[in-house]
């Protein structure tokens, strides 16, 4: 592995919650926590999940830094909802409003639904002014859980200016 400095952000602390809903594919998890402690998210997991947290999967995909997450449980979306009341974004496939033409402020939860099908459309539903998607001009249905966080977040980043000034260490 390359020695020396790398790039870093000069904002220090937890901008945004990174909202895993029922979450399937625990390589998936893993990654996404690997991207939280890059960012300093906390990951916040909705029951229930497709696995353990104890599998070497998870771990493995968050390789040595699952242990610096900040990770939360919560046995239900509504239990999640009566805990952090604050803003929030759904992302969906299922929205016509693109992830681009959101607002992200500082505090947000940026809220994904599990690998299968996504979010429940009765929570799309209830709140569609809440809710934006990834444009995808080829024909997928859906891009990797993994990789649809890391889009997104570092877009909500970049539009506080958190990842401007980078310094190197």
């Not at 402020?105 to 539903?125: N, R």
């Not at 859980?145 to 909500?156: P, T």
């Amino acid at each position: 592995m390359p020695g020396g400095p790398k790039l870093r952000s000069s904002v220090k602390g937890s901008l945004f919650r990174v909202v895993l809903v029922e979450p399937e594919i625990p390589q998936n998890t893993g990654s996404i926590g690997r991207t939280c402690v890059a960012t300093e998210s906390p990951l916040h997991l909705i029951e229930p999940l497709g696995f353990s947290l104890e599998e070497r999967r998870v771990r493995r995909a968050g390789l040595d830094y699952w242990s610096s997450l900040e990770l939360h449980r919560h046995q239900s979306i509504e239990e999640y909802f009566d805990r952090h009341p604050g803003r929030f974004h759904l992302l969906t496939s299922r929205s016509e409003t693109s992830y681009l033409d959101a607002a992200f402020q500082a505090g947000d939860a940026l809220i994904f639904g599990k690998e299968s099908v996504g979010l429940p459309e009765t929570l799309v539903e209830k709140f569609p002014e809440r809710s934006c998607s990834i444009p995808m001009p080829g024909p997928v249905r859906s891009l990797n859980l993994s990789n649809s966080v890391a889009i997104v977040l570092y877009e909500a980043l970049r539009q506080l200016r958190a990842l401007d000034t980078p310094v190197l260490r």
